[in-house]
């Protein structure tokens, strides 16, 4: 009853067998036990995130930086639901904070595409070509770069993007329909 992570590893098991009440009893189980353990934060906040609860996934992931304040991981966490409640400014210090941090391609892309919805379509673009650069290709990440170059009027270059983002996005379905 006092080992925080196999109630978190048992919420685990409850969100992936469609017990919500179920996982979250546990995951608030871990966090009695471990209250300084910084994965039980993480993992009520996805489980939070994935429901679209954007307010209550901030609560725990503040948590999560606060407890591990020099984990990059954590402060991308963050401002992921920022985003998704158009809360792109936070977003964007959250993410500058993870980069301070570690260089994470999801990091860049994800401030390249903060920027983008704040109408900074200049400024996404490097962001979005060091994600591609230090990353593995993804056909995402080369939709967006094509996004922000054309918003940036630079069809020729966004239409090179678009078409590398279709061809991955075309060669991951053959692999996995």
Known sequence: PTYGDAWRRLGKVYENSNQPARALD??????????N???NY?????????????????????KLVQVAPDLASAHYALAAP????????DAENELNAALRLQELPNAREGLGVSLMFQGKDR???????????????????????????RRAGEAREAQAAYKIGKEL???AVTKNP
């Open 26 to 35: 546990a995951y608030k189980k871990a966090i009695e036990a471990e209250p």
């Open 169 to 171: 996005a075309e060669s």
């Open 37 to 39: 353990y910084w994965r």
């Open 123 to 149: 400024e996404a673009v490097p962001h979005l070509k060091r994600a591609i650069e230090i990353g593995s290709p993804s056909s995402l990440y080369y939709m967006n770069l094509g996004t922000a170059l």
């Open 42 to 62: 993480q993992d009520l906040g996805t489980f939070y995130y994935y429901r679209d609860e954007f307010d209550e996934a901030i609560e725990q992931y503040k």
């Open 82 to 89: 920022y985003v998704n409640l158009g809360r792109y400014a």
